[in-house]
């Protein structure tokens, strides 16, 4: 329902006859062309362009808006959406918060680059408190690749309960719905099922699904590319409609593909890899965040030479502070809030953390 036809700033005339064709809102009037208003109205085509001006004005708002103004309105938009945290106090400062609560966040990678690390942080993130970076609610993780890590999961869990004990008593690994995915019939029935009636209830606040590209490489050869096109497209859709729906961050990982493209400008350095599943998924993709390995390997007690942060203290306490740490990067490549930055990234026994004097390396 529109706004009605009396209500519009117009003569009273240009009214009536609106009104005796049959057209009472401004829906009514938006859907018919010039001319076809012309025939029903019986009113002039400068009539009509009144009346049209009339309902833009009633249905955008009165007056110009500036690029400067639309810019302000999706500034603040922006930071009413809800944001998870990545339980790294560097990394969601940069990030602005954190993760968005809307649309897909991709996490692409090489193998063995930490991507699923990163979720596994996630799915024990968002069980805090909001005043804490969490969503307090739990995790959906759809697996669609071999088994499970349960007990790297556990390890992180037994860190995260020892940082948040003043915070939280509940055990993190019960608030993790974990779902083994073998092939699509799997993934549509807990996406068109399980996914939308768990999110009803209200408990889920994290879709994982590790990983998007591993069911759709080995289903599609390159001969049926509109077929798996398609079935991206509306893999995609589904996501980002509950993530809309429900308000929860969707993260989906992606593999990586050699990048055979040759690049004549020998000053711009071509990526070794590039995100798998093409421009399609990319399209629907909110926002990219892309990781690889780095050589190297350093301890905790290196990595926090200058802060003194509480992951520190728990490590000191749990006795890991000198077990070595391998070495990440994580590149923000495209987000509708964000610039493009990379952050050198350390994984622990207790997670994911930013390595300070790492940048540059
Ligand atoms: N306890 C730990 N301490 C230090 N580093 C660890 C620990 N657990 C995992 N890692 C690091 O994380 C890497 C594995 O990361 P992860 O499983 O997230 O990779 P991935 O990007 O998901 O790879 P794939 O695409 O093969 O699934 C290991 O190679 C190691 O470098
Ligand atoms: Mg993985």
Redesign the pocket.
């Known amino acids: 329902m529109g706004v009605s036809i009396v209500d519009l700033q117009v003569n009273p005339r240009i009214i009536s006859a609106t009104k005796r064709a049959g057209l009472h809102d401004s829906t009514a009037v938006l859907n018919l062309s010039g001319a076809e208003l012309e025939r029903l109205t019986g009113l002039t085509s400068s009539d009509i362009t009144q009346l049209k001006d009339a309902v833009s004005e009633a249905v955008l708002g009165t007056g110009t808006i500036t690029a400067l103004e639309i810019w302000r309105r999706q500034c603040s938009e922006e930071t009413r959406v809800p944001r998870l945290s990545t339980g790294c106090d560097q990394l969601d400062k940069a990030l602005r918060g954190g993760l968005l609560t809307k649309g897909i966040t991709e996490i692409v990678?090489e193998?063995?680059?930490?991507?699923?690390?990163v979720c596994l942080q996630l799915c024990l993130c968002v069980q805090l408190p909001v005043k804490y970076g969490g969503l307090a609610g739990g995790a959906m993780y759809i697996c669609t690749?071999g088994a499970f890590p349960n007990r790297?999961l556990d390890?992180m869990a037994r860190h995260f309960t020892q940082r948040y004990s003043r915070v939280t008593k509940h055990r993190f690994t019960d608030q993790i719905l974990l779902e083994h995915v073998a092939d699509f019939d799997g993934l549509d029935q807990c996406l068109q099922r399980k996914l939308p009636l768990a999110l009803a209830r209200g408990k889920i606040k994290l879709v994982v699904v590790d990983s998007v590209a591993a069911l759709f490489r080995c289903h599609y050869d390159n001969h049926n590319l509109v077929g798996r096109a398609k079935h991206l497209a509306s893999l995609a859709m589904q996501l980002r409609r509950l993530a809309d729906q429900y308000n929860v961050v969707v993260i989906c990982v992606n593999?990586v593909s050699a990048n055979m493209s040759k690049v004549s400008d020998v000053s711009s350095q071509p990526r070794q890899s590039i995100p798998a599943l093409g421009l399609v998924w990319a399209d629907h993709v909110t926002c990219r965040l892309m990781?690889s390995r780095r050589d190297g390997y350093v301890t905790m007690a290196d990595t926090f030479r200058e802060n003194e942060t509480e992951d520190r203290t728990v490590d000191k306490r749990m006795g890991t502070e000198s077990q070595p740490?391998?070495r990440k990067r994580l590149e923000v490549v495209f987000a509708p809030h964000l610039p493009p930055v990379v952050f050198p990234l350390v994984?622990?026994?207790s997670g994911i953390a930013v390595e300070m004097n790492g940048l540059g390396t």
């Open positions: 990678g193998s063995a680059s930490g991507k699923t690390q690749e790297r390890q593999q990781m740490v391998s994984i622990s026994q």
